[in-house]
Structures are given as structure tokens and as C-alpha cells.
């Protein structure tokens, strides 16, 4: 079966750094994407991996191991605006993203 | 990035009622899907909305519920029939420009509430 698998919550402080996992399970791999979800809101992209290592964007980076099945997604220098879900996702062998159930983020002042 | 628009933005509607949900891309896109996020849960596609022919479903989803419409590359419709209020969810409209492509956006949403 398919399986994205990510931490249910997260607390953290403001100004400080914070790292979200993700593992992966799936039929096929055409990259993992990364997206920020305030309540109410729709999801928001904010990255995109296909080959292994970091890409940072900003006060955003994330990092891909496809051997491990594992990213994770590091936010920098936190704010409280960055209190939201942040979902994993992964594209399959035909190119449907399966979905993780989604981190949320609490940042504390 | 493309523009996504999605009408209505929310509804209220009673049961056995349907309702029809716009999606409009600012350019032309490969792929359209429809999704549905259920309040505390992540996303569950629906379908694929396929221009000029049937959508492709999803397990657990079938045509006479969701009917969609796909007539060119940039507008598609989702009609939620016959409602219940286990259909009460936000609906997403998403694009991906091409099936390889790095990026996918999503609209706005519709968050129905079925009574």
C-alpha cells in the first residue's frame, strides 16, 4: 500500500528553528512536495524536491533522501504566522499525489 | 504561478439538493482535480476532471454523486448531488500544468455546509 506518515503537532518558539519529517511509502516516485495550509485556507505550495539534497527558499529549505524515503521540511527564524498544517505529499508512478495526514505547527510568543 | 478561481466561495444548502462548483484556470493546464478536505482531515481526491471526456474517479467516489465537466483546458465543473450533511466538507479545485510538472496550485476552496 501507499503510505505518507508525518507527526500529528509540533510546538515551537518563535524565533527559533524547526524541523518537520516525513516518510514515505509509495508505488513509484516523481517527486514529494511540501505545502503550507492556514486554517480555513487552501494549501499554499511551498516547495518542491525531485533529486536528493536541500533546496532552500528562504526561510524555508527542504531535503530529500529517495533511498531512506524520507524529507523533512526546516523553518528558520520562526514567526507566528507560520502556525499552520503542513502537509506532505508525494507523486506517484502516475503522478497523483498522495497525501499525509498533515503536521500542525503551534508557535508559542 | 497560475490564477485559480473557484465559485461559490461557500454555501449553505438542505439535504437531497445539489449543488454545482466552478473552477477556472488563467491558463491553459494538463490536469484538473478535485478534492475534498473534510474539517481536521487531510486531502482526498475525488477525480480527475479529463477535457472532453468522463473524469476518472477515485475508489470510493462514483459519477452519479460527483458529476464533473471538463469542456476545455482552463474551466471545470463539480456537482455534489443529492446532498447530505456527510458531504459537508471544503472543496478544492487544484491544476498541474503538465503530470511531470514541479509545482501544483490549488483555488480558493468552496466550504459547503449541507443541513
Known amino acids: 500500500g501507499q503510505n505518507i506518515d508525518q507527526p500529528t503537532e509540533m510546538t515551537a518558539t518563535e524565533g527559533a528553528i524547526v524541523q518537520i519529517n516525513c516518510t514515505y511509502q509509495?508505488?513509484?516516485?516523481?517527486?514529494l512536495f511540501w505545502y503550507q495550509q492556514h486554517a480555513g485556507e487552501a494549501p499554499t505550495f511551498l516547495s518542491y524536491?525531485?533529486l536528493d539534497g536541500l533546496e532552500e527558499k528562504g526561510r524555508f529549505s527542504s531535503f530529500l533522501s529517495r533511498s531512506k524515503g524520507y524529507s523533512y521540511l526546516l523553518l528558520k527564524e520562526l514567526q507566528m504566522k507560520d502556525s499552520a498544517s503542513y502537509l506532505c505529499?508525494?507523486?506517484?508512478?502516475?503522478?497523483?499525489?498522495?497525501w499525509g495526514a498533515g503536521t500542525k505547527l503551534i508557535i508559542k510568543p | 504561478s497560475a490564477v485559480i478561481s473557484q465559485k461559490p466561495s461557500r454555501d449553505i444548502c438542505q439535504r437531497g439538493t445539489s449543488l454545482t462548483i466552478q473552477c477556472q484556470v488563467d491558463?491553459?493546464?494538463?490536469?484538473m482535480f478535485w478534492y475534498r478536505q473534510q474539517p481536521g482531515q487531510s486531502l482526498t481526491l475525488i477525480a480527475t476532471?479529463?477535457?472532453?471526456?468522463?473524469?476518472?474517479?477515485e475508489s470510493g467516489f462514483v459519477i452519479d454523486k460527483f458529476p464533473i465537466s471538463r469542456p476545455n483546458l482552463t474551466f471545470s465543473t463539480l456537482t455534489v448531488s443529492n446532498m447530505s450533511p456527510e458531504d459537508s466538507s471544503i472543496y478544492l479545485c487544484?491544476?498541474?500544468?503538465?503530470?511531470?510538472?514541479?509545482?501544483?496550485?490549488f483555488g480558493p476552496g468552496t466550504r459547503l455546509t449541507v443541513l
Open positions: 524536491n525531485v
Open positions: 505529499a508525494v507523486s506517484d508512478s502516475n503522478y497523483q499525489l498522495i
Open positions: 509509495t508505488s513509484g516516485f516523481n517527486g
Open positions: 476532471a479529463n477535457q472532453g471526456s468522463e473524469a476518472t474517479y
Open positions: 487544484s491544476e498541474r500544468g503538465l503530470a511531470g510538472a514541479d509545482t501544483q496550485y
Open positions: 491558463s491553459q493546464v494538463t490536469m
